[in-house]
C-alpha cells in the first residue's frame, strides 16, 4: 500500500488529526474551545505543509484513489490540493529557481531587490493558484486533476461552513487560509538573498534534527533541489555526499534549536543533534 514504509507513522499522525478536527466540529460549540483548538493545532499544521509537499514529489501510496483520498485530508488541513504543489512547486519552481524573472516563489523584486519575508508571503500565498494555473496549462493532464479535486475540497469546506458556521470557519476554513499563508512563509528562507547560478550554493539548509523530524527532513534542502525525486527519507544519506560542495555559511541555524537545551541544575545544557 505505502510505497515507503516511512511514510506510515506520519501519514497516521496526520489522517488522525483529520479524525480530530471532525470529531471537534461534530462536537464542540464553545467558541473558545473552537479557537483554542485552532490556536493549538497551527503549529501542526503548519508542520502538515512539509508532508503535503513532499507527497506531490514522491506519491505516498501505490492505489492513486489512496493518494486522492490523502490529498483531500491535506488539503482541508493546508489550503494546499491536490496537484497544487506538483505543477507551482515540482515542474515550476525547482526548474526556475535559479532564475528570480520567472520563479514562481521568487524572492526577487522586478528590480531585483530582495523581497521583505512579509512581503514574500503575502506575494507568494496570494499568486499561489494562478502561478500552478500558469504551469498547469503546460501538463493539461495534472492541470484537469488540479481543478477537479481542487473544486471538490472546496465544496467539503464550503459545505462544512454552512452546514455548521462556527465549526467550519474554525476547525477548517481559517486552517486553509493560514496554512496557505504558512507554506509560502516557510519557503522565504529556503532561498532568500542567493543569487546564483550554482545549485550547491542557492539553497540554505537546516541540519536541526527537531525541524527535520516535524518537517520531513525538509533542512536538507540542497539535497533536496539537487535531486528532487529522492524520497524525504533519503534525504540525509543523499546530503552526506554532496556536503563537501556547500559552502559552511549556508548552514543556518533554526528557532527550533532552542528544544536542543535542556535545564540541568539552574543551567541550560545543550544537546548536540544527532
Known amino acids: ?21 471532525f470529531i471537534v466540529y461534530f462536537t464542540v460549540d464553545s467558541i473558545w474551545l473552537l479557537l483554542s483548538y485552532f490556536v493549538l493545532t497551527i503549529v501542526p499544521k503548519g508542520c502538515i505543509c512539509a508532508w503535503n509537499h513532499h507527497h506531490q514529489h514522491t506519491k505516498t501510496f501505490n492505489w492513486t484513489p489512496l493518494n486522492r483520498i490523502l490529498e483531500i485530508s491535506y488539503g482541508l488541513h493546508t489550503g494546499v490540493t491536490t496537484n497544487q504543489w506538483l505543477l507551482h512547486h515540482v515542474f515550476g519552481h ?28 503575502i506575494v507568494v500565498a496570494a499568486t499561489a493558484y494562478p502561478r500552478a494555473w500558469e504551469v ?8 484537469r486533476t488540479h481543478l477537479i479535486y481542487t473544486a471538490l475540497t472546496l465544496a467539503i469546506a464550503i459545505l462544512l461552513v454552512i452546514a455548521n458556521p462556527m465549526q467550519g470557519l474554525m476547525v ?21 538573498g542567493l543569487s546564483t547560478d550554482d545549485d550547491f550554493s542557492a539553497s540554505y539548509n537546516t541540519m536541526n534534527s527537531a525541524y527535520n523530524a516535524m518537517t520531513g527532513n525538509l533542512g536538507y534542502h540542497t539535497a533536496h533541489h539537487h535531486k528532487q525525486g529522492v524520497h524525504w ?11 563537501h560542495r556547500i559552502p559552511a555559511e549556508l548552514y543556518r541555524a533554526s528557532m527550533w534549536d532552542a528544544l536542543n537545551y535542556v535545564p540541568v541544575l539552574g543551567k541550560f545544557i545543550r544537546i548536540e543533534p544527532t
Open 94 to 121: 525547482h526548474h526556475h529557481y535559479l532564475d528570480q524573472t520567472i520563479d514562481e516563489s521568487r524572492w526577487q523584486r522586478a528590480d531585483g531587490s530582495k523581497m521583505s519575508e512579509l512581503e514574500y508571503t
Open 1 to 21: 500500500m505505502f510505497r515507503y514504509p516511512a511514510d506510515r507513522l506520519p501519514v497516521s499522525l496526520i489522517l488522525s488529526l483529520t479524525l480530530l478536527d
Open 136 to 143: 498547469g496549462k503546460k501538463h493539461p493532464r495534472h492541470l
Open 233 to 243: 527519507s533519503e534525504l540525509p544519506a543523499l546530503h552526506e555526499k554532496i556536503k
Open 172 to 192: 477548517f476554513a481559517l486552517p486553509m487560509l493560514s496554512g496557505l499563508l504558512i507554506t509560502a512563509w516557510a519557503t522565504y528562507d529556503h532561498h532568500a
